[in-house]
């Protein structure tokens, strides 16, 4: 089951508003916190760590471990090279995505670990959630987080690999804060890509759903009845080629 599946059988216009948060910060300094928001609300965690791996297939070892983003309480850990890091042989072969748990000894001081991961290539991108010690996950909770990394771990890519766009580009190292242009603009690249025209109200409406927003409120925004906005959705979705809110959120996620 993936999030927009979930999604769509909960309404929920909060989760939608932080996914459309999260959608608009990819490739910014606030990502990881937006992320961890979103999780945090349908599964306590109290940190995440998000990382890029590049493998060396012929060593056997992981050549560069890239750090994307981290966010939440602070969190002592023990080191891991290369070689002996317990992840490596899980991740060295896989072919789909993968959900690793690591549960703490008992009186541990490090906390439980799940560990979300894709693939492409010699590329892995990990999204790694920390849960307390004395709270291992249980398996709905690991159910639910393997639902969410189908919309999450695309978007993980993504922002790795806008980092390495601005790192290529000498950019400036004070990161945009996400924002409703941010969105505007990540949808308008959407749309170019699919070689999608939409017309003003249909981006509207879109826009306005994607960041939590109501028929009822798009209609009074758009002084337009009800009815009206639903028709505009329908006829965007179509153009797309998706199903309702939840489709158009799973095709702007990119999953």
């Given at each position: 089951?993936?999030?927009?599946?979930?999604?769509?059988?909960?309404?929920?216009?909060?989760?939608?508003?932080?996914?459309?948060?999260?959608?608009?910060?990819?490739?910014?300094?606030?990502f990881a916190e937006q992320m961890l928001r979103l999780v945090n609300a349908q599964v306590p965690v109290h940190r995440l760590d998000l990382t890029?791996?590049?493998?060396?297939?012929?060593?056997?070892?992981?050549?560069?471990?890239?750090?994307?983003?981290?966010?939440?309480?602070?969190?002592?850990?023990?080191?891991?090279?290369?070689?002996?890091?317990?992840?490596?042989?899980?991740?060295?072969?896989?072919?789909?995505p993968l959900l690793i748990e690591f549960k703490a000894p008992q009186d541990a001081q490090h906390p439980h670990q799940c560990h979300l991961v894709?693939?492409?290539?010699?590329?892995?991108?990990?999204?790694?959630?920390?849960?307390?010690?004395?709270?291992?996950?249980?398996?709905?909770?690991?159910?639910?987080?393997?639902?969410?990394?189908?919309?999450?771990?695309?978007?993980?890519?993504?922002?790795?690999?806008?980092?390495?766009?601005?790192?290529?580009?000498?950019?400036?190292?004070?990161?945009?804060?996400?924002?409703?242009?941010?969105?505007?603009?990540?949808?308008?690249q959407r749309l170019a890509q699919e070689a999608v025209r939409l017309s003003v109200r249909e981006q509207e409406v879109c826009l306005g759903l994607?960041?939590?927003?109501?028929?009822?409120?798009?209609?009074?925004?758009?002084?337009?009845?009800?009815?009206?906005?639903?028709?505009?959705?329908?006829?965007?979705?179509?153009?797309?080629?998706?199903?309702?809110?939840?489709?158009?959120?799973?095709?702007?996620?990119?999953?």
């Open positions: 089951m993936k999030l927009t599946d979930s999604l769509a059988h909960r309404p929920d216009p909060q989760l939608y508003l932080q996914l459309g948060e999260l959608i608009s910060s990819t490739g910014a300094q606030g890029e791996w590049t493998l060396d297939t012929h060593q056997g070892a992981a050549s560069h471990i890239r750090l994307l983003g981290s966010a939440g309480q602070e969190q002592p850990g023990p080191a891991h090279d290369t070689l002996s890091h317990p992840l490596l042989q899980r991740i060295m072969q896989m072919d789909d894709s693939c492409s290539g010699d590329r892995r991108w990990v999204i790694c959630f920390h849960r307390e010690p004395q709270r291992a996950f249980s398996l709905a909770e690991l159910s639910q987080l393997k639902s969410l990394s189908d919309t999450l771990l695309p978007l993980v890519e993504h922002h790795g690999q806008l980092l390495g766009q601005l790192t290529l580009a000498n950019a400036s190292p004070a990161w945009p804060e996400p924002d409703s242009g941010a969105l505007r603009q990540r949808f308008g994607l960041t939590g927003g109501t028929v009822p409120q798009m209609a009074q925004k758009l002084n337009v009845k009800n009815s009206s906005i639903e028709t505009y959705l329908k006829r965007a979705t179509a153009k797309l080629g998706v199903s309702g809110r939840h489709g158009l959120t799973k095709w702007m996620a990119g999953a």
